[in-house]
């Protein structure tokens, strides 16, 4: 079960890395983002790139092991929503961090590119200790969005 901590404009959550957690944390950050002034749809944009983002770390670092953790932060920082997602996993080495080719037209792999489309920004970093923390940056005003991606599909 994930424990949620809301103060004023962050919110930081610890699941462990059980699917069944996914719907929790898509209501949390949907109410989050919406708290904080986003529209349905930009709210919509950053549950979805949770959601895939969560999706690769619990098939890709953990190979689908559904007990290890994964801390979540959200905070306002100027006029940007920033989502930091760190995990303790096998870390995959940025140069295979990729979408696959849209045109081969097949289930799955296309979590980095749906990411990327939601997103403003997207980076990941090693994280000290091990594992990965990536951080997503969505501009909390439809209108602001600017696309500075440091990955393209």
């Given amino acids: 079960m994930s424990e949620s901590e809301s103060m004023g404009s962050a919110l930081r959550l610890e699941i462990k890395s059980d699917p069944a957690e996914l719907k929790h944390v ?3 950050v949907e109410s989050f983002a919406r708290a904080m002034g986003m529209t349905e749809e930009s709210a919509g944009k950053v549950v979805l790139a949770m959601d895939e983002a969560l999706t690769n770390i619990i098939r890709h670092a953990y190979e689908g092991a559904a007990d290890c953790p994964i ?4 905070s306002v920082r100027d006029t940007n929503l920033h989502v930091t997602l760190r995990d303790y996993g096998k870390r995959a080495p940025r140069e295979n961090i990729h979408s696959r080719d849209l045109n081969d037209v097949r289930p799955g792999g296309l979590g980095v590119h749906i990411m990327t489309q939601c ?5 990941y970093q090693p994280a000290p200790g091990g594992g990965t923390k990536l951080i997503m940056i969505k501009c909390l005003r439809d209108s ?3 696309r500075t991606n440091g990955l393209q599909p």
């Fill in 26 to 28: 898509r209501t949390e």
């Fill in 71 to 74: 801390e979540i932060d959200l």
């Fill in 119 to 123: 997103m403003d920004s997207i980076d």
């Fill in 144 to 146: 602001d969005n600017e």
